[in-house]
């Protein structure tokens, strides 16, 4: 494929006074401290810092993984090969069942993904959904037991000069606790020529390879934010993603997992987490479940059967195994005052509307409709929508043209791709038998990428 388009410690003797006042602790902790006993010690040794870091750390996964990397040739010149690279990152849990934060770059490319969580259970994992804009992705791992989640706080009120922990897999180092301070807010950075960060936290916490996807905490051992670079050679300067656009990410990445879900029809407002809690709802699709239950624009979700909603992202995970047919009650505020609303979630209208997938047996993909409003969410593009890839069969014409899970298609031939009904009057039409091979459009990440498609063109489309 090719691209189609183409971001103070002071040291010194000590003072005979204070050289005194040792002793004179010593003897007053003294039979305590010579009949060695730990209750002194602890309560000494427990530092905020120690009480904040054993109250995530069950929560932090280890990332390791292989990829390929193509080293480029000269300019003009074909590049020179490729050879394989072992990574490693960071991860946090923010669902008890499994579905973990990171870095987009940890996992990018990463063929086999190796969680290792804090107790040392190994376990395999795959990528579920990830917005290369903001250089995030959610992982997915199946562990037999429910996992712990970090505690996430907002960004909005951080300060310079307070203080943050960092952990992560630092040079593959696993569980590597480092502290420093906030060094300031809102700052810019290009790492690259295509990745570029905006708002980020700036701290001389030590943040090394490896750390990456890994929780920035403040000393009450909240997360404030997600580690995601250095500044090449230089000390003591390293940048965060703040934890609100995490989150607002988050939600987002969760609203499009799942194959068949429940469909409510709310689409939640973009409120300041900083806000008071809850999801508020900014749109209710006409003849959706929530309309039909009389939810209105503006009313605040506090709860979804017994699970307090004090973020979009609470919502999301409260709605992400909920089938078809499923009914939940939701506590939602309206001008200051509780009331419940019982619904019934429905198929997605794409999913209700194509139950087949033609696309599967003739080219090797396997589709899922993209609403409106997520890919706008997800995509910044010209594209009105897509449909995201959710498998390819193997020696397909789709695998052989490098097609990929995740990837968005937006349009074939001269038509757009914004339906599976789309797809259907492509595959049907007369003219597909004229055309030999069919070229493609996807979206990969922030790019917009283009290829031919052997179409096995269906007996029909051939009279």
Known sequence: MANHTARPFISGPIHPLLGGWRVGLALLLGSNLLCGSPLIASQLRETPIVKAVQRVHSAVVNIRGEKTITTPGAAGQPAEGSRRVNGMGTGVIIDARGYIMTNYHV?????????????????????????????????????????????????????PGETVI???NAYG?????????????????QISDAQYYDDLIQTDASINPGNSGGPLLNID??????NVAVRAGAQGIGFAIPSDKVTAVAARLLASCGTHRGWLGVVSANEPAAASSGMVIGTVEPNSPAAQAGLNAGDRIVRVDDLDVRRPLDFQRAMLDRKPGEKCLLVAQRAGAPRTFDVKLADPPEVAACGDQPAWDLLGLQLQALRPDIFRQSYQTHYRGGLKITAVRPNSPAANEGIRPGDVLVGMHKWETLSMADVAYILKSPELARLGPVKFF?????ETLYGYLQVAVPQTAQR
């Open 107 to 159: 996992v990018d490319g990463v063929r086999e993904i190796s969680v290792t969580t804090a107790d040392g259970q190994r376990y395999g994992a795959r990528l579920v959904a990830r917005d290369a804009e903001t250089d995030l992705a959610i992982i997915k791992i199946d562990a037999p037991d429910v996992l712990p989640v970090i505690p996430i706080t907002t960004s909005s009120d951080l300060m």
């Open 166 to 168: 960092a952990l992560g």
């Open 173 to 189: 180092y696993e569980n590597t606790v480092t502290r420093g301070i906030v060094s300031a807010l809102h700052r810019a950075v």
């Open 221 to 226: 051992g909240d997360m404030i934010g997600i």
């Open 442 to 446: 996807i979206l990969r990440n922030s």
